[in-house]
Nanobody, 126 residues
Framework: VQLQASGGGLGQAGGSLRLSCAASGRTFSTYDMGWFRQAPGKERDFVAAISWRGGSTYYADSVKGRFTISRDNAKNTVYLRMNSLKSEDTAVYYC????????????????????WGQGTLVTVSS
């Protein structure tokens, strides 16, 4: 399984960025997908997740109302649209794929996700 994240870079406070993550090696359309982030010196934290059909999403409180996760199962790609960026959003962002297919509940814990992308750095300047 390979996950390739892209789209990070320098953003302005109040601005927007969109991250993408292309997956291969697993039947993408049957697995929940998640985004996590890790700021310097901190733990890797949950950001957002989307169900395998795309009908359900879940967000960390810190990004709710600002970030939107979506997926295109035809392209094996998951996205994270980040609006109203804040300096505290600065981190390396990782996409991840759930460890089991066809799950009925979105899980936010890191251990549930068994493959990870390489990470893409997002830096927000104020």
């Amino acid at each position: 399984v390979q996950l390739q994240a892209s789209g990070g870079g320098l953003g302005q406070a109040g601005g927007s960025l969109r991250l993408s993550c292309a997956a291969s090696g697993r039947t993408f359309s049957t697995y929940d997908m998640g985004w996590f982030r890790q700021a310097p010196g901190k733990e890797r934290d949950f950001v957002a997740a989307i169900s395998w059909r795309g009908g359900s999403t879940y967000y960390a409180d810190s990004v709710k109302g600002r970030f939107t996760i979506s997926r295109d199962n035809a392209k094996n790609t998951v996205y994270l649209r980040m609006n109203s960026l804040k300096s505290e959003d600065t981190a390396v962002y990782y996409c991840a794929i759930a460890g089991r297919p066809y799950t009925s509940v979105i899980v936010t814990t890191r251990s549930w996700y068994d493959y990870w992308g390489q990470g893409t750095l997002v830096t927000v300047s104020s």
